[in-house]
């Protein structure tokens, strides 16, 4: 069996999408819906813009992402995506490689793996995103160093941070990298599937590399948004200074007449 995910959009409208395709939903919430199309063919919908499907082809997968398409915010053809394997049957659990193998399968086991590789593949796409904030942050830096000022207006500064802090607080909202789901905490076997994963894809190592990397991004665009605003305190002091002398003059010329 193999998990096949994709980031398709920036977000997907899951209320909406929810009510107008029709198929046997297993487990639903705000945020991701898991569709049980048969007994061993599933979908996985989230609202972060991922789309995770097991035992599909790719005609499949093409049919139902059309059929998301209207639903997706800022849907991309360019997709970052994830392909895993499932082997049942096993002697005990055991992770490979792109792989992992388990005793017996369920609905809740391949809920749980193709949780994990959505995620996967959610840190890929914010890892790429993060990276190019980083590069253009380093351009201004290295500007800064070279020129001794700024090549950044206020405005796209103001959007830079903007952009920043948007981009933190929807990887802490949508990504549970910390968090196991609840059934882990009563079935031994999905507890060990779940930590498994997660070390099989180094999520935790992952998301905390990308945490510290928007906050370096955030203290620079802070820093240079400090120098901004002591660059026009100090214009509007040289204008304070540059009025009070024209005053000064004027009077002087007064009591010279």
Request: proline share 2%.
């Amino acid at each position: 069996m193999k998990v096949l995910a994709y980031q398709i959009a920036d977000g997907i409208d899951i209320k909406s999408f929810k009510s107008s395709f029709k198929a046997p939903v297993h487990f639903s919430d705000n945020d991701e819906i898991f569709y049980a199309i048969d007994p061993d063919k599933f979908i996985y919908v989230f609202k972060y813009g991922v789309v995770s499907f097991l035992n599909y082809v790719e005609i499949g997968i093409a049919e139902f992402i059309q059929t998301i398409t209207p639903y997706c915010r800022n849907f991309s053809e360019t997709r970052h995506s994830e392909e895993f394997e499932i082997e049942s049957d096993a002697k005990e659990i055991k992770f490979g490689y792109n792989k992992i193998e388990i005793i017996s399968p369920s609905i809740d086991i391949f809920r749980l793996i193709m949780l994990n590789v959505s995620q996967s593949v959610a840190l890929d796409y914010y890892s790429e995103v993060t990276n190019k904030l980083l590069i253009e942050t380093n351009l201004q830096t290295r500007f800064l160093e070279k020129k001794g000022r700024l090549n950044i207006s206020g405005r796209n500064l103001k959007k830079f941070i903007g952009r920043t802090l948007n981009l933190k607080s929807t990887i802490s909202e949508n990504l549970y990298i910390f968090d196991s789901p609840p059934e882990t905490w009563e079935d031994e076997d999905l507890n060990k599937i779940d930590i498994g994963l997660k070390r099989t894809f180094d999520l935790q190592v992952r998301f905390r590399h990308i945490q510290e990397s928007l906050q370096i991004i955030k203290e620079n665009f802070e820093l240079f948004k400090d120098i901004m605003q002591y660059k026009s305190s100090y214009v509007l002091e040289i204008i304070v200074i540059i009025l009070i002398l024209v005053e000064v003059v004027n009077l002087v010329i007064e009591k010279i007449r």
